[in-house]
């Protein structure tokens, strides 16, 4: 998000006001349009043109509630995850969305033989390395897990409960005196809004969180629309044709080459 080079484009589209501000007082003078999040603009077409999975047709029973596992790849708790996950949730269909980079690399070894193993089990379907749409799963879900993922902020799009996985597997190279590069990576101006969602501790809170969750589903709502609202911007599905208006009227203008001092 805040690379240099991604500043020095004629435009940078952004999402909400949030980023807008940051990357403004970051890099000062370069062009931002804050449009919104067209990643996001599906959930709000025309009920007949939104994403949606076909449960039944992966072996799940429409008529359960469905749990979204979707957790970032590092720093992640898909190595704290019980291998008897689906078990206990055995009355839900539990969908599994794992980020392309669990699929590859000796480091993701526990993530693959989770799903591996998860996908034995009957109310579970785990999402090929190749599926790389998220939309239709997040859709199709009444509550999302996730961990230190944005896809936490795309779905409170939904306005469905989010239950945020604090039990992380961190790699030596970022744990120890070596936790800065931890902190690096992370960004700490969302910290402000991790009070969106409902927080599991421990893997053995998991059970019980969902359950409130699902029994007072906008518990957490003012706060949730509240960060969409700062880091997705307008949720109207017209991002991309806000994007597309102001390329064409900007067409034909000349090109701005600037460098920037903290290039």
């Known amino acids: 998000v805040y690379s240099p080079t991604l500043m020095q484009m004629d435009v940078r589209f952004v999402e909400g006001p949030h980023y807008e501000r940051r990357l403004g007082e970051m890099f000062p ?9 067209a990643k996001v603009d599906p959930f709000f077409y025309p009920p007949s043109e939104r994403p949606r999975l076909d449960l039944a047709a992966r072996g799940l029973d ?11 790849h590092m720093p992640s708790s898909f190595p704290k995850m019980d291998e008897e996950f689906p078990a206990h949730f055995a009355d839900f269909n539990v969908l599994v969305k794992a980020h392309s980079l669990s699929f590859f690399g000796g480091k993701k070894k526990s993530h693959r033989r989770l799903m591996e193993l ?20 997040m859709a199709s879900a ?20 989010l239950v945020w996985c604090d039990f992380l597997w961190v790699h030596w190279t970022r744990r120890g005196p070596l936790a800065y590069r931890l902190k690096r990576r992370l960004d700490g ?16 809170d998991l059970r019980r969180i969902v359950e409130e969750e699902l029994a007072q589903p906008q518990r957490f709502g003012a706060a949730r629309r509240a960060a969409v ?14 994007i597309a208006d102001h ?12 460098a920037l001092a903290n290039a």
């Open 229 to 242: 609202s700062a880091l997705v911007g307008p949720t109207d599905g017209k991002v991309s044709e806000r």
């Open 29 to 37: 003078g370069v062009n931002i349009a804050a449009v919104g999040y």
């Open 142 to 161: 009444d509550l999302l897990i996730s961990d230190e993922s944005s896809v936490l902020f795309e779905f409170a799009a939904l306005e469905r409960p």
């Open 62 to 72: 429409p008529a359960k509630k469905t749990l979204l596992y979707a957790p970032t």
């Open 118 to 137: 998860w996908a034995r089990s009957p109310n579970v379907h785990v999402a090929s390395y190749d599926d790389f749409d998220p939309l239709p799963y």
């Open 247 to 258: 390329l064409f009227a900007h067409a034909g203008r000349p090109r701005v080459r600037r």
């Open 189 to 204: 101006s969302i910290d402000p809004y991790r009070a969106m969602a409902a927080h599991a501790p421990r893997y053995r």
